[in-house]
């Protein structure tokens, strides 16, 4: 199985390196500049599960070389639209996009670029970012990769050759059979833990140690909740519990990716995460009013930004 992964960052870089260091018959797409660090450095992946260097194998926009059997997509969802037109070579009849991005939002995209049946589900949960030296830096010992069919038969021949291809990763990598439901409670979680965390600014310890924090993530979370439960997506009972434990730790310095962004002046999901969630809610005429604050804010922030540029 040939496997491209659009860009070498974070979470692309881990997963795809992962899966090379396996064995696999990855490839990155990368521009020119973090090509140059590639070939002159490696890929340098550090983390508490060990650290590796791998030389992996590139391309450039201009000869992608396709078609490939599997494009992995983990951008930003602001480079949606500029990453499906990279990887448009990349495509043959039979290749399929396996995103691994936030939110819900990018497969009506994907699937008016690509077509539906060509798009899997997927997610991931980890933290990792690139370092001053372009190193993959993998904070903690999470790493999941979750995967699977959005309609018709879980065990497909594609998605079991995926299960085969990614045997043996340093990393959890899983065949889901109800992917739909894995993406919707972690957009739910996630969503939560974005608007709180940007909102108030702070860790979850630091809102949850305020006279009044915990009540309010209780509150932000069963507004997340209520927009999956009509998307026909009702959180199940281990996932409400595992979300609630999170982000209601007052020992806890976790913070939203999102807030990271924020903090140092960058770009955020805002509108593909926190606004879609307000926007689903409004059309079913659910009532989120800690959502709608927290979008707020993060529309000023993103208007001072671009103001200021």
């Known amino acids: 199985m040939r496997m491209l992964v659009l860009g070498a960052g974070g979470t692309g870089g881990?997963?795809?390196g992962r899966a090379a260091q396996a064995g696999a018959d990855v490839t990155f797409l990368v521009r020119e500049?973090?090509?140059?660090?590639?070939?002159r450095d490696g890929l340098r992946i550090k983390s508490p599960r060990g650290d590796a260097t791998l030389q992996p194998k590139l391309v450039l926009a201009d000869a992608v070389g396709g078609p490939y059997d599997v494009v992995m997509l983990s951008c930003k969802a602001y480079d949606l639209d500029s990453s499906i037109e990279a990887i448009r070579p990349a495509m043959g009849e039979h290749t399929v996009v396996l995103p691994?991005?936030?939110?819900?939002?990018?497969y009506d995209v994907l699937d008016s670029a690509f077509g539906a049946q060509r798009v899997l589900g997927g997610l991931c949960q980890i933290s990792a970012t690139i370092g001053p030296e372009g190193e993959i830096v993998h904070m903690g010992q999470h790493a999941n990769l979750v995967y699977g069919e959005r309609a018709g038969q879980v065990r497909s021949e594609r998605c079991v050759?995926?299960?085969?291809?990614?045997?043996g990763v340093d990393f959890?990598?899983?065949?889901s059979d109800a992917i739909y439901q894995d993406i919707w409670e972690k957009y739910v979680f996630l969503t939560a833990l974005a608007a709180s965390?940007?909102?108030?600014?702070g860790t979850v310890g630091q809102?949850?140690?305020?006279?009044?924090g915990e009540a309010f993530m209780r509150a932000l979370l069963r507004e997340t909740q209520q927009v999956a439960a009509a998307n026909g997506h009702p959180v199940r009972a281990a996932a409400d519990a595992a979300a609630l434990k999170s982000l209601t730790d007052a020992s806890s310095n976790v913070t939203a990716s999102m807030f990271r962004d924020l903090s140092q002046g960058g770009k955020v999901e805002a509108e593909h995460l926190i606004g879609d969630m307000v926007r689903r809610a409004a059309s079913l005429g659910l009532?989120?009013?800690?959502?709608?604050?927290a979008n707020t804010h993060l529309q000023v922030y993103q208007a001072r930004r671009a103001a200021n540029q």
């Not at 500049?33 to 070939?39: F, K, N, S, Y």
């Not at 050759?161 to 045997?167: V, Y």
Request: charged fraction near 25%; aromatic fraction near 6%.
């Open 287 to 293: 009532d989120t009013p800690y959502l709608r604050v």
């Open 14 to 16: 881990y997963f795809g």
């Open 100 to 106: 691994i991005m936030n939110g819900v939002r990018q």
């Open 207 to 212: 809102i949850v140690s305020s006279d009044d």
């Open 197 to 201: 965390t940007c909102l108030m600014r």
């Open 33 to 39: 500049a973090r090509a140059e660090r590639l070939r």
């Open 161 to 167: 050759a995926i299960e085969q291809a990614l045997a």
């Open 172 to 175: 959890s990598a899983r065949l």
